[in-house]
């Protein structure tokens, strides 16, 4: 990683949301794209983080996955998924800490305690833009960059011979 990135200033850090995300668990509901994304990069980064797609139904690879202190970060827009509202619910009653991403037009973030980061997403289309959310998971990739330091240098090396190993990329 270059000490550029590591050192390029960011906004003011939100509260929580910079912490170094161990371990971290990404809940998605929509939209997928920008935040598998979110996650692909997150997890390049820094160990111990999670992708929980909900598929057993029941979310246990998240809400029960026995981390000392995990931090869930759930990622859903317009229209708002029934089960991304539950997941929070179900978070709080556990005393979880998350984030919930969403954009600002979202008619229940505000009820719960996690840290909320809106962004807003309406450009007068047919859909909504994503761009806002791609760029808010950006800064916080760099935040998170910023906060880990000079170790960071350490994980990406190891990263690169492992794609070198299995000549995945052409570097």
């Keep these: 990683m270059s000490t550029s990135l590591r050192?390029?200033?960011c906004l003011p850090a939100w509260p929580n949301a910079f912490r170094t995300l161990t371990p971290c668990i990404s809940s998605v509901f929509s939209p997928r794209a920008a935040?598998?994304?979110f996650y692909s990069?997150?997890?390049y980064i820094r160990p111990r983080v999670f992708y929980s797609d909900g598929m057993s139904g029941s979310y246990?690879?998240?809400l029960n996955s026995e981390f000392k202190s995990p931090y869930?970060?759930?990622t859903d827009t317009r229209a708002y998924s029934m089960i991304a509202r539950r997941y929070c619910e179900a978070a709080t009653r556990r005393g979880l800490p998350f984030a919930l991403v969403t954009d600002i037009y979202c008619p229940w973030a505000r009820e719960f305690d996690g840290d909320l980061l809106q962004v807003k997403t309406d450009v007068g289309q047919f859909w909504d833009s994503l761009a806002p959310l791609t760029c808010l998971f950006n800064?916080?990739?760099s935040a998170i960059v910023e906060r880990l330091g000079p170790g960071i240098d350490e994980r990406v090396a190891r990263n690169r011979e492992?794609?070198?190993e299995f000549d995945q990329f052409d570097l």
């Design 35 to 37: 935040s598998a994304t």
């Design 60 to 62: 246990v690879d998240s």
């Design 72 to 74: 869930l970060i759930v």
């Design 7 to 9: 050192n390029r200033r």
């Design 162 to 164: 492992l794609q070198s």
């Design 139 to 141: 800064l916080l990739i």
């Design 41 to 43: 990069y997150l997890e």
